[in-house]
């Protein structure tokens, strides 16, 4: 399956109206519509255009303000923040800029934190889990095996394995990265889904060396998995986007 790149959530038209505000605002603000500096109309003027009333434009404000992309300022108005202060963790601050930044920059910018982050978690899973993290792993990873592998249910199940495996590490920091695994997962099922099946083994690997309580292994083992994954991936994602050249 191959990945026609657009938004990693569901249309607009399906959003309440305080939830179109949000996207619609913080969208234009990361595709540099509303540049840094800026400052956005109005709430009767964003009202008028967005078809919200000045309480939704209002809380909608507040929301992207707490997401680091705005600042309001007494008697100036609405300020858009540079890049560097965005939450660029928040899981629609991730999804905007995934629709707005060429595709193979954004694929690299997650696999590159993956592989700073999961390997030492794995490693901290393998001496830290409990029996109860273990079997959410492992359940995790039994789901995995059971679904069909361009099902919702299989992103699922990996989603679950890895952040057992974040949450296993009893390290509140590391469990933080959770929102951004899942997107860097969602993003590689969008490219191929082929990619679930051919390193399903890869992740046994993994849940083995946690298993056996081996933090050097567990540690290996997981960063083979990111770098094979991301190697197969790129490739198809290469493909992708030069067949999307072609002409028709």
């Given at each position: 399956m ?5 938004t990693l959530?569901?249309?607009t ?5 305080f ?15 509303f540049?840094?500096g ?5 709430e ?8 919200a009333s000045?309480?939704?434009?209002r809380?909608?404000v507040k ?8 600042e309001p300022r007494?008697r100036?108005?609405?300020r858009?923040l540079p890049?560097?202060?965005w ?6 601050v991730?999804?905007w800029?995934y ?6 920059q ?19 899973a393998a ?6 993290d ?10 995995m095996?059971?679904?069909d592998?361009?099902?919702p249910?299989?992103?699922d199940?990996d989603?679950?394995?890895h952040r057992g ?9 590391i ?12 993003v ?19 849940l083995?060396?946690i298993?056996?309580r081996?933090?050097?292994?567990a ?12 190697n ?17």
């Amino acid at each position: 399956m191959n990945l026609a790149f657009g938004t990693l959530y569901p249309s607009t038209r399906k959003r309440s109206l305080f939830g179109y505000a949000v996207h619609e605002l913080g969208s234009r603000i990361v595709r540099g519509d509303f540049k840094q500096g800026d400052i956005l109309p109005n709430e009767a003027d964003l009202g008028r255009e967005l078809g919200a009333s000045r309480t939704v434009v209002r809380e909608a404000v507040k929301s992207l303000a707490s997401k680091g992309l705005i600042e309001p300022r007494t008697r100036v108005g609405t300020r858009v923040l540079p890049s560097s202060q965005w939450n660029l963790l928040d899981r629609d601050v991730l999804g905007w800029r995934y629709a707005a930044m060429p595709p193979m920059q954004f694929f690299q910018e997650l696999s590159e934190m993956r592989r700073m982050v999961e390997p030492e978690a794995a490693a901290l899973a393998a001496e830290r889990a409990t029996a109860e993290d273990l079997a959410v792993i492992t359940k995790a990873y039994s789901d995995m095996e059971a679904a069909d592998p361009s099902a919702p249910a299989a992103i699922d199940a990996d989603i679950r394995f890895h952040r057992g495996i974040l949450q296993s590490a009893h390290n509140a920091l590391i469990l933080q990265m959770g929102g951004l695994i899942g997107v860097g997962l969602l993003v590689s099922f969008r490219i191929s889904s082929r990619s679930f099946d051919a390193f399903l083994p890869q992740h046994k690997q993994v849940l083995d060396a946690i298993g056996s309580r081996d933090p050097k292994l567990a540690r290996a083992t997981m960063d083979h998995l990111l770098a094979a994954t991301y190697n197969y991936l790129e490739r198809e994602l290469a493909g992708s986007l030069e067949q999307s050249k072609l002409p028709v």
